[in-house]
């Protein structure tokens, strides 16, 4: 990143931000989390869309820290539940409640054979200058939802996504084989691609 050695990621989830300091680590770019900034409260993401709620994020953080923010929405889109969670992935079950969201996936897809537990996982980000002006970009991965969960790592919905390709669940991988694949290191790795270019 030309003259840019500093973003601010818009989570409050512990485990994106683990993701994305691994992400831009090699880049040389210092990552600050909402953690630095607690005079940031609640952000509703009341989008219709991935995007919309990326952007709702990172605008709320830019123009209080005056700095480049990088807001990330993901989630799960499920075939055999037509799509769901998708956006309401956080609260599917409870309130950022990842045990709760993972029972109820089971229970939902109870009696769905493996063949027919296909899903996406989706991420956008958005980056966003101080001044508004935005780049986005997206990442998808496909799997399957397993019947029962499987390792230890990660966080979210990862206990419960099959990689067929690794013979893993995402919680079965190492931080470096996730990012490597995942909806998130992809989306990153394009923003990486495109960011000189584009500030
Ligand atoms: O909005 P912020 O503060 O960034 O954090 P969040 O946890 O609310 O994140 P989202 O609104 O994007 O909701 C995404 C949901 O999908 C889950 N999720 C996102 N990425 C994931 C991943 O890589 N592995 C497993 N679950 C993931 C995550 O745990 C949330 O329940
Ligand atoms: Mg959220």
């Given at each position: ?6 973003i ?9 931000l ?8 090699p ?9 630095d900034y ?9 989008g ?22 990088l807001?990330?929405d ?6 055999a539940?037509n ?11 409870g309130?950022?409640d990842?045990?709760?969201?993972n029972?109820?996936l ?13 899903a ?14 935005k ?8 799997g ?10 990660g966080f ?8 067929a390709?690794k013979?893993?669940s995402?919680?079965e991988?190492?931080?470096?084989e996730?990012?490597a694949?995942?909806?998130?290191g ?12 584009w500030w």
């Open positions: 990143m030309a003259n840019h050695d500093q601010v990621v818009a989570t409050k989830n512990a485990g994106k683990r993701e994305f300091q691994k992400l831009f680590a880049k040389q770019i210092a990552v600050s989390s909402l953690k607690p005079q940031v409260g609640e952000i509703a993401e009341n219709l869309t991935f995007e919309e709620n990326a952007t709702l994020k990172a605008k709320a953080v830019a123009q209080l820290t005056n700095l480049p923010v807001a990330d993901s989630g799960l889109e499920v075939d539940l799509g769901r969670p998708g956006i309401f992935s956080a609260r599917y079950a309130d950022h990842d045990a709760a969201n029972a109820k089971l229970s939902e897809l109870a009696g769905v054979p493996m063949e027919k537990r296909t996406t996982f989706h991420t956008t980000l958005v980056l966003m200058k101080p001044e508004g002006e780049l986005v970009v997206d990442g998808e991965l496909k399957q939802i397993l019947l029962v969960p499987r390792g230890e790592n979210g919905y990862d206990p419960l996504f099959w990689v390709a013979q893993k995402l919680a991988m190492t931080p470096e996730k990012n694949i995942s909806h998130r992809r989306a990153s790795q394009k923003l990486l691609t495109e960011f000189d270019e």
